[in-house]
């Protein structure tokens, strides 16, 4: 007669769990155990993802400022509203990252789904940063101003994007992720 293999395993717990081996594991710190030390736990990827993505969106909002700057200086009590509009809708462009799709593998496939997905993201924050500057009545929000930080996301997350698709590259090709 066969034996299967649970059976077998619960005989060889049977064989070493004694006290003597339960008193000395218990002595011992707990560690989790990966069954691959060196593969990274895809939260963690995803959590980084996210932290290099606003750190682009907030490149692309610096650079946005530096572009309108040189085109026309805007007074500083203009350009603090404008930071504290961004400041406001800062929360729109995450949830429009996450709502479409940007963290998810399955929907970025190739650079044009992702793309896509950057751009839909970009357009859903500066539609609230349109949104925020109308309820608020701010009378000098400049149209250019918001068209570049539009701009500006699309290019900059984009690129970072394109970076962050070729360290994935070689995680994969080194059997990382």
Known sequence: MAVSASE????????VDTPETTAAAERLPRVE????????????????????DAAAAAVGVILAFGIKQIHEA????????????IAAATPAFAIGAVTNQLYK???NVRRSDEMV????????????LI???????MKDL????????G???????????????GIFSKLRAKGRV
């Open 151 to 165: 701009v500006c996301i699309v290019a900059m997350v984009g690129a970072e994007r394109h970076f962050a698709r």
């Open 33 to 52: 155990v990966t069954q691959r030390g060196d593969v990274l736990d895809p939260r963690v990827v995803r959590h980084r993802l996210m932290f290099a």
């Open 117 to 128: 997905n950057v751009i839909r993201a970009a357009l859903a924050g500066v539609a609230v």
């Open 8 to 15: 077998q395993r619960a005989a060889h717990l049977e064989a």
């Open 74 to 85: 805007m007074p500083p009590e203009v350009a603090n509203r404008h930071l504290l509009l």
């Open 142 to 149: 400049s149209r250019l101003w918001v068209a570049l930080v």
């Open 105 to 107: 593998a399955r929907a």
């Open 131 to 137: 949104i925020l500057g109308f309820a608020v009545q």
